[in-house]
């Protein structure tokens, strides 16, 4: 039986290197969907897909940036500021428009009781470690294969493809990423487990 899938690609509009990189594989129909930051100037060149709002605030884009680590050490200390942080949320929100006229929510899946933030913490250092290192040695098709075989019909998958970008800490992982979705193998694996592409607006 046939299932279909949303594949989204994350950080449009990061860099030039990252937005072309998207851009080439929307216009090959190698991606169903993007997650933009609505504050960058590469806005301008998105055609019209789907599209939802990356609300970022470790990238210098505006006013509420800060480095991740102050994020983490203010929300452990419930010391957040909460009427920057809305005010920074509804501004994005109403500079962009959203397909089908409402913002996109991702909701992560549930990887710890939600009261016990170590055992969180634990869990997604584990489920994080070495995917940079396993992406950056071609292990990316050997992975999406996995998602692909245990994907639902009408699964969201997140991923990362980029070009070279020299402040980009990740950018091996987002080259590989870019030239496996840009291949002949990835339809092919598509193909053999039996999934097809679909726009993200069809599952809402």
Request: hydrophobic share 45%; aromatic share 8%; charged share 25%.
């Amino acid at each position: 039986m046939s299932r279909a899938f949303t594949l989204c690609a994350d950080d449009f509009a990061q860099s030039a290197a990252i937005g072309e990189a998207i851009l080439d594989l929307l216009a090959a129909r190698r991606l169903s969907a993007t997650s933009v930051f609505s504050q960058a100037p590469q806005l301008a060149a998105l055609p019209d897909v789907d599209a939802g709002l990356h609300f970022k605030l470790t990238h210098p884009l505006g006013d509420i940036t800060r480095p991740l680590p102050y994020w983490l050490v203010a929300s452990r200390l419930r010391r957040l500021p909460v009427k920057q942080l809305s005010d920074a949320l509804f501004a994005t929100l109403a500079e962009y428009r959203f397909p089908a006229g409402r913002p996109y929510l991702r909701a992560p899946d549930r990887l710890g009781h939600p009261g016990d933030s170590r055992a969180k913490a634990a869990i997604l250092r584990a489920a994080c470690s070495g995917f940079s290192r396993r992406v950056t040695d071609a292990g990316y098709p050997a992975l999406m294969t996995q998602w692909l075989a245990a994907a639902p019909d009408g699964a969201l998958l997140m991923c990362h493809p980029g070009g070279d970008d020299a402040d980009d800490e990740i950018a091996g992982a987002r080259r590989n990423e870019y030239r496996y979705l840009a291949s002949a193998r990835f339809a092919e694996d598509c193909e053999r487990a039996g999934v097809t592409l679909r726009p993200f607006r069809s599952a809402i």
